[in-house]
């Protein structure tokens, strides 16, 4: 069965520091999502994206946070200059149109240090 | 803004009883979501409702949606121990899914 990728599993990084989360959504799929969670409590949603331009963000989803689908398989996560308080779990979903169940990935847990 | 609550956070239960989560939201919506999620796993999809009385039931869980009242139920019947998980209902606060937002989740504990 098609899955949700991400990479990687796990990535720590020094506060101040830029990294970028990587996701292969479903092939077919034309809705995808970032969300993330903290210590296994709310999932909190952070960006949607159709059609090649961001549909919704959060209050969360600021200048630090940008996100881009360069090559139409790939759809990535970049947080400029991480904070403390934005370890967590990123979780990335992908769905193939309205109506439809959100497919997660295995998600990224990022530790700033 | 939108929020979405349920109840109870914590459920601890025998395996063979019944009981039911609660999930209320604050807008108006027909679209809510219901996901169990395993310690240290990601989120699987359990059900999709999409209007006002729908009712979908799979296996020992079935979820239930009345946007009048902003209300969807997740009823667990004759519990066993591998229901045990975390359950999040989820409202597309959009109405074109574009922003799905999630409840706190219930943590549920089935004991043999």
């Known amino acids: 069965e098609p899955e949700v990728t991400q990479t990687p599993s796990h990535q720590v990084t020094q506060m101040g520091q830029e990294v970028i989360l990587r996701c292969v959504p479903i092939?077919?799929?034309?809705?995808f999502y970032w969300y993330r969670q903290i210590l296994g409590q709310k999932v909190e949603f952070l960006v949607s994206?159709?059609?090649?331009?961001?549909?919704?963000k959060s209050e969360i989803f600021d200048d630090q946070f940008s996100v881009e689908r360069p090559d139409g398989s790939n759809f990535t996560l970049k947080i400029r200059s991480t904070k403390l308080e934005d370890s967590a779990m990123y979780f990335c979903?992908?769905?193939?149109?309205?109506?439809?169940?959100?497919?997660f990935g295995s998600g990224t847990q990022l530790s700033v240090l | 803004e939108l929020k979405v609550e349920q109840n109870p956070l914590f459920l601890s239960m025998q395996e063979g009883k019944n009981y039911t989560i609660y999930c209320n939201y604050s807008?108006?919506?027909?679209?809510l979501y219901w996901y169990r999620q395993d310690p240290g796993k990601s989120l699987e999809s359990l059900f999709v409702l999409l209007s006002n009385g729908a009712v979908k039931q799979e296996g020992r869980l079935m979820a239930s949606l009345d946007t009048k009242a902003r209300l969807s139920t997740l009823h667990i019947t004759a519990a066993v121990h591998d229901l045990s998980a975390t359950y999040f209902c989820a409202v597309d606060m959009s109405n074109r899914d574009d922003k799905i937002i999630f409840g706190k989740g219930t943590r549920l504990h089935i004991l043999p």
């Open positions: 979903a992908s769905s193939p149109g309205q109506n439809e169940k959100l497919f």
């Open positions: 807008t108006t919506s027909d679209r």
């Open positions: 994206f159709y059609n090649n331009e961001i549909s919704e």
């Open positions: 092939s077919n799929h034309l809705y």
